[in-house]
């Protein structure tokens, strides 16, 4: 197995593996190594099915299950599709604006993902990229004062984009706006530490994003929002400086570290142009609440 840095701050390509044998307990360690090091692993020539992802993903802990079953796979429902691709009745056959706002996965739950896998089954002509953000390397370039006044505090997390003023609900979703505006009601809102400590590594990374950060424990909007501004114009700065853009290749497996990364799906693509991703997602362990107390 080689691993070879894609940029110097996040991201690493892996080649000489193939997924669908069964995993030695040394290329575990060594994919495992090169995750904590990297945070993205690129693993080039895979094409896993349905039921082979479900079995490698399943090295890393419990699997969740996706939350809207009309889009998991016919194979197993453990797998997510993500897809702009149209049945000929006109429904959709995956989620179309997965992940289209700077986020950590199932942050606005409480026990947030850990790792999400995505196996490219289709890449389209143009666009479809997916970009990641090194969370620790953001922390440790902030402001020693900054670092101060964050370290301890727990930012708010929901899933509803109605309760959110920094993004916008696609429409190209069918259903998304009824969606949020129920769960705006129905979901409740979770806190976060704002300063994540990484469960495995042990080093502080910023925690929050502009999709599901939507506050401050114990502070108003006014005292809060100018602190998730700064915060967030790290994740979002043009120049990109903590930052690693993923062009898919065919075949590519790409699997990253939750906590301690934001990542979006860049978009850009449209019909008859067809992307479609495979997503896994290996749970966490504990609250980071709760984790951060003791
Ligand atoms: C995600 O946010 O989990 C998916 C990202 C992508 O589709 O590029």
Redo the contacts with the bound molecule.
Sequence with gaps: MKVTPVSKIVGAEVTGVNLSDPITEDTKRGLRQALLDHQVLVIRDQTLTPPQQVTFSAIWGDLETPSNIDYTTEETPKVMI?SNEIRPDGTAVGVVD??DFW?S?SSHIEVPSAI?I?QAVKNPERGGD?EFCNMYAIYEALPHDLKQKIDGLYGIHHVSKVKNRRVTISPDRPGAKDFYESSAKAKPEVIQPLVLTHPETGRKSLYCSPRFTIGIQGMSEEEANPILDVLFSHVTDRKRPYHYRHKYQDDDLVMWDNRCLC???VGGYGLPDIRR?H?TVIGGDQPYAEQQAT
Excluded: S, V
Aim: net charge positive.
């Design positions: 993500l997965g992940g986020h996965d999400t995505l997916t990542h979006r799906a991703m997503r």
